[in-house]
């Protein structure tokens, strides 16, 4: 489920449409987490699939640790890339935003951990990065962990409105990060190898 305070609006013609802030919401705010209306299938399902429901798996869904396909019931799956983005995923099954993030700003994703199927060209956005790769999980993950573990100190002093559908145990480990008696789980944990 995504942030309450969030609506969907076209953005452009070469993005479409996007999910964007409709009040402020500061860096460590959970914007999204998965929760039991989203719907997860196996490459074997997505394999019976015909045609036109394989090309909305293809456009809509994000592949999780085991190689499922995890599709949005709601907003989330209107969010798009960014090698700027202002959201990351974390190995708790929700994401977080890593900066502030401002009225009418959009919420973006770097589809780099999503674990895409293919490489892909983004929009550029003159950084050194301009194509997505299916192992950017491998090569980046150090860099995001730094912001995870940013935004992670300002869980527990924002408002937190999806909270209530994070499990006990994952909040017990939250609480365990926050007290400083375990290490943030890695990013890295997201990772999903194709050889396997």
């Keep these: 489920m995504i942030h309450p305070d969030t609506e969907i609006q076209f953005i452009s013609d070469e993005i479409g449409y996007g999910v964007v802030a409709t009040k402020f919401i500061p860096k460590g705010t959970i914007t999204w987490v998965q929760d039991e209306l989203d719907q997860v299938y196996t490459q074997e399902e997505v394999d019976k699939m ?115 559908l994070i499990s006990s145990e994952i909040m017990r480990k939250i609480a365990s990060v926050l007290e400083g008696k375990t290490p943030m789980d890695s990013i890295l944990n997201l990772y999903y190898s194709q050889e396997s």
């Excluded at 396909?69 to 907003?75: A, R």
């Excluded at 929700?94 to 589809?111: C, K, M, N, S, W």
């Design 50 to 164: 015909k045609p036109l429901s394989m090309q909305m798996i293809d456009k809509y869904t994000f592949r999780n640790n085991k190689g499922n396909y995890v599709m949005c019931w709601d907003l989330s799956k209107y969010v798009n890339h960014s090698f700027k983005s202002n959201c990351l995923s974390t190995a708790y099954d929700f994401e977080i935003a890593v900066r502030d993030i401002h009225p009418g700003e959009e919420l973006t994703d770097d589809y780099g951990y999503l674990n895409v199927t293919e490489a892909f060209h983004a929009k550029d956005e003159g950084t050194s990065r301009t194509k997505v790769f299916p192992d950017d999980l491998l090569n980046f993950h150090k860099d995001w962990d730094l912001k995870l573990e940013e935004a992670f100190e300002n869980l527990k002093n924002v408002k937190q409105p999806l909270q209530a």
